[in-house]
């Protein structure tokens, strides 16, 4: 699905940034939710944009 795509990117963003030492950050916006955190985390993800879900209190990142 979408998130497998994405998280592709994310790695493949994390590799370019290792193997060239760039300082740029990773971030992602949009469709983030308690089950799709931990995922683009694990990815490579430096920063993390999420609207409904936190206003909702859906995410708990004290599990991360």
Known sequence: GAYSWLCKKVELLKKIREEKGYKYM???DGGVNK???PVVIS???DVVVSGSSFFKNELDISDL
């Open 43 to 45: 990815a490579g993800t």
């Open 35 to 37: 089950n799709t955190l």
């Open 26 to 28: 990773i971030s992602v």
